[in-house]
């Protein structure tokens, strides 16, 4: 079975960009959550896509949106970018909400540099 | 607003030593996972824990899920340069996401 892709790997970006990330999740899952990871911190979730609708978001702007697509493929824009939105943005796919007993399958990640 | 508190944040051991990680929270927490991850990679999953007082091992890794589902602790003994990563809990109360830890960051020299 394939695992979590994500493109670009990294990216330099100019503040007040707008970004698209993608992501393809694990061959039969269908909920994907994506996370932002600052340097030296712990990720911090920003929402979850379960069969294309959003299904929960954490603390983040509206400016942060994303997309789920039949295929269960995902992306995540970010408008407006700001420097402090420089950071690693996971993806990980799973088979429910909650992860279950399997957890979460993440990706490599995008490293996004705003300057 | 749920917290996962881990500590320590830092730790440089020597290969064979035993060292334990904990994550600690005020929330209860209907299951809780351990990640370890890597530089330039994305989070890999260790083990989930859901019932209260749990103990599961995984080779030379023992991990304890609280009485209470509060807290956890991450046991390695015999440390290896192979451990050396970023350790993280993840806790959820069951509904859509996944609560992560500050993380933990192990060195194990040879």
């Known amino acids: 079975e394939t695992g979590v892709t994500q493109s670009p790997t990294h990216l330099i970006k100019t503040r007040g960009q707008q970004v698209t990330l993608r992501c393809s999740s694990q061959s039969g899952h269908n909920t994907v959550s994506w996370y932002q990871q600052a340097l030296g911190q712990g990720p911090q979730f920003i929402f979850q896509y379960y069969r294309e609708e959003e299904n929960g978001r954490g603390n983040f702007p509206p400016r942060f949106s994303g997309l789920q697509f039949p295929n269960y493929s995902s992306e995540l824009n970010v408008n407006a970018l700001e420097l402090d939105d420089s950071a690693l943005y996971l993806c990980?796919?799973?088979?429910?909400?909650?992860?279950?007993?399997?957890?979460?399958?993440f990706g490599s990640g995008t490293r996004l540099t705003v300057v | 607003t749920q917290l996962l508190e881990q500590s320590p944040q830092f730790l440089s051991i020597q290969e064979g030593e035993n060292l334990t990680v904990y994550c600690n929270s005020s929330?209860?927490?209907?299951?809780l996972q351990w990640y370890r991850q890597e530089p330039g990679e994305g989070p890999v999953l260790l083990v989930t824990v859901v019932t209260g007082g749990e103990v599961k091992k995984l080779k030379r890794l023992t991990f304890q899920f609280g009485d209470a589902r509060k807290d956890s602790s991450l046991h390695i003994t015999a440390a290896q340069p192979g451990d050396t990563g970023l350790y993280l809990c993840?806790?959820?109360?069951?509904?859509?996401?996944?609560?992560f830890g500050t993380g933990t960051r192990l060195k194990v020299l040879a």
């Open positions: 993840a806790g959820t109360s069951g509904t859509y996401k996944y609560i």
């Open positions: 990980a796919s799973s088979l429910q909400s909650t992860g279950g007993e399997h957890g979460y399958t």
């Open positions: 929330s209860v927490f209907s299951s």
